[in-house]
């Protein structure tokens, strides 16, 4: 990997979890409104995996897509605009944060009824395999979703036809308040895939660079036409589900342990409002940025003051997202009728 | 013996009653048991019954229902929750191709003792995929039965009596009435479950709605009178079937209705009750019915835009004053 490259990926992680962050301060405000589910915690697979894609390839996601928007490049200003509603927002304020899309850069939508995202993957992989071209398609989806048909639907004919679709399993450990072996008979959801003869497996989802790896040699098989692939990735979200849940269904020693892993995630009370503060992100230890940062620091990747000033150019980009959203004006109701009848065209009904 | 609780608080004690009194009582849905329900309708019921009784589920709508359905058809009683009736598009087939048919398709054998209860409607900000009504979409269901509760008090009465009863029953909640509060009287007789309410006596014109759209008509009402226009409220309390007696009765007294739904107009829940009781009261009716419905569009996002989509109260107020005194503003 390349020194621009692992700088780049820092940027992205940091990125996520100061614009998270800054999300979460804005919905307590009132700027952001409905459901609102947050990254930090899982910053690693975003980031790794749309790191080791290429801009032809396709994403499709769910509600909890902020990141895996942004690191595709959608800008932060656009993200943030529409988590405000705003007609400067990717979606024109019709989508809000379970909702972003970016046709231009194969953003295929954050979907919001869990297990939607594996049909519209087969769908744009069957696209791709019809037409022989070389892209695949990255299809995001948490533990829970492994349970919803589509799930094993999907699978089956993503298999049997071939299609070049990389299935990746955010696998937090959590359906909202429902832990994960009282949910799954089968808790390792990368083992699920051979009942259907795809390759799988799984790595771990702090380790930023392990996710980016796995996610290389993944897709380097899809572009040899094999088929299908699965990666599952273990995480941790340090938040409740959304802003609308205490997390209280999680016993407090969970947490605790989790976030020795993650210091960064002691300051991150579970109930609002909490935001690590810039002195606590600094003695952060070893969650998936700090890793991140040592690793890079003993290979010598991060000389002099690098981490600081990407950490001020992130704040930045973040202060300007919030002024970018807030300047934007509010969608009429025009909007909303031109969004609905996009596909008309010219003809005119009675 | 009345007391004032949130709407969750009476759907939470109709199960708790029920799952008291009926060991064929059980509750399935997701984050229904050690979660305590996303709006805190089972709360309590996981620790006081277990989870053969009070089951978490994975997320699985489509084989969750249909389990409901087996389970009825071999003697139960289940309750099952739908997160939001957004998510009971997944369980159409189990609702609509097996727990309404299984009784007609066996020539009567079966009773089909379920309830799927889930909440409807437009919320704060939920967007598309989460701000559906679709009442609609049960109605024209044959075989199905539809509970619409708009208080704390129909909310025990109607979940009872659904649990109670053989035939399979639809209750729909609101997700804005889970925390409004009324008051409830356990100790009181419930009328029939599909029986509608006149919440409001009035001569001037019929208000019919359901649900949220209840609450708001009633305020609408309340400043109608002041001005001196007298409006009667009905409360359908059951979309399937529906009171038909009680809507005719009133419309022949005040010659006028207007129905105010939440959803679409198109193809709608008002659609029927306009065009049944444009049969029945023709020759009852001094202007044409008229309906008052939300935009032709999904909820989007955006606050504002979301407020102008559906009707408010002083839509209401200005509707029933265009038809009373042709087009004059409030
Ligand atoms: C079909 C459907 N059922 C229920 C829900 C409500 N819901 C939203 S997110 C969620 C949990 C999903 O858990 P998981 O797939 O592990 O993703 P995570 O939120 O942990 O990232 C549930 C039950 C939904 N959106 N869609
Ligand atoms: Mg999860």
Same mark, same amino acid.
């Given at each position: 990997m390349d020194q621009e490259t692992r700088l780049q990926m820092l940027h992205d992680m940091l990125l996520a979890r100061a614009f998270e962050e800054r999300a979460a301060e804005e919905y307590t405000k009132g700027n952001i409104g409905g459901f609102l589910h947050l990254y930090p915690g899982e910053e690693a697979v975003a980031v790794g995996v749309l790191h080791a894609a290429e801009p032809s390839d396709y994403v499709v996601s769910t509600y909890r897509e902020h990141v895996h928007a942004m690191v595709r490049g959608m800008p932060p200003g656009v993200v943030m605009a529409e988590l405000f509603g705003k007609r400067d927002g990717c979606s024109r304020g019709m989508g809000g944060s379970m909702h972003l899309f970016d046709r231009e850069r194969r953003f295929m939508g954050g979907y919001a009824i869990v297990g939607e995202t594996y049909p519209v993957a087969i769908g744009i992989g069957y696209a791709i395999a019809m037409r022989k071209l070389p892209e695949a398609v990255i299809c995001f989806f948490g533990d829970g979703a492994v349970n919803q048909g589509t799930f094993h639907e999907s699978l089956n004919m993503a298999a049997l036809w071939k299609l070049p679709v990389l299935f990746v399993c955010e696998n937090n450990h959590y359906q909202i308040g429902t832990e994960i072996h009282r949910h799954s008979a089968v808790t390792e959801v990368y083992r699920r895939a051979c009942a259907h003869r795809i390759p799988a497996r799984k790595a771990d989802g702090m380790d930023v660079f392990e996710v980016h790896q796995a996610t290389r040699m993944a897709l380097d098989q899809i572009r040899q036409d094999t088929g299908p692939y699965l990666l599952e990735f273990e995480t941790y979200r340090f938040r409740g589900h959304s802003m609308a849940d205490p997390g209280t269904y999680r016993p407090k020693v969970e947490v605790q342990a989790k976030e020795k892993e993650d210091? /960064? @995630? /002691? @300051?991150? @009370?579970?109930?609002?409002p909490g935001y690590p503060t810039a002195e606590q992100i600094a003695a952060a230890g070893t969650d998936s940025i700090t890793r991140m940062t040592d690793t890079m620091n003993a290979g010598g990747h991060l000389p002099g003051d690098t981490l600081q000033r990407i950490e001020a150019q992130v704040a930045q980009e973040v202060e300007e997202a919030v002024a970018f959203a807030q300047a934007s004006p509010e969608p009429t109701m025009e909007d909303a009728r031109a969004a609905l009848d996009c596909n008309r065209g010219m003809e005119v009904l009675i | 013996m009345t007391e004032e609780v949130f709407y969750w608080q009476a759907l939470n004690r109709a199960l708790d009653a029920e799952l008291a009194a009926d060991d064929a009582v059980f509750v399935l849905g997701e984050d229904v048991g050690l979660y305590g329900g996303s709006y805190r309708v089972t709360e309590g019921l996981y620790a006081k019954y277990g989870e053969w009784r009070v089951r978490d589920t994975p997320i699985s709508e489509g084989s969750f229902t249909g389990l409901g359905v087996g389970a009825a058809l071999a003697g139960m009683r289940p309750v099952v929750e739908i997160m939001t009736i957004n998510f009971s598009l997944l369980a159409l087939d189990a609702i609509v191709n097996m727990a309404a048919k299984v009784p007609f398709m066996s020539g009567g054998q079966f009773p089909m003792p379920l309830v799927v209860r889930m909440p409807g409607g437009v919320a704060k900000q939920l967007a598309a995929q989460h701000s559906q009504r679709l009442e609609q979409m049960y109605m024209n269901v044959p075989g199905l039965r539809l509970a619409v509760p708009s208080t704390p008090q129909d909310a025990w009465w109607q979940l009872r009596q659904a649990i109670r009863s053989d035939e399979p029953i639809v209750l729909l909640e609101h997700e804005l009435l889970y925390f409004s509060k009324g008051p409830l009287d356990v100790t009181a007789g419930a009328p029939p479950m599909h029986r509608a309410a006149v919440r409001r006596k009035g001569a001037d014109l019929t208000l019919v709605a359901w649900s949220r759209m209840v609450d708001l008509s009633l305020r609408a009402a309340g400043r109608l009178a002041e001005q001196g226009i007298e409006v009667e409220v009905i409360d359908l309390r059951s979309l399937r079937p529906i009171d038909w007696d009680t809507c005719a009765e009133s419309v022949q007294r005040t010659h006028n209705l207007l129905v105010v739904e939440e959803d679409s107009g198109f193809a709608g829940a008002g659609a029927e009750v306009v065009a049944t009781l444009g049969e029945r009261c023709f020759f009852d009716l001094d202007a044409p019915p008229r309906r008052l419905a939300a935009e032709e569009l999904p909820i989007p996002y955006n606050r504002n835009l979301e407020a102008a989509c559906i009707p408010t109260v002083s839509g209401i107020v200005q509707t029933v004053k265009e038809m009373l005194e042709g087009g004059e503003n409030p």
């Open positions: 210091p /960064v @995630a /002691v @300051a991150i @009370a579970e109930t609002l | -």
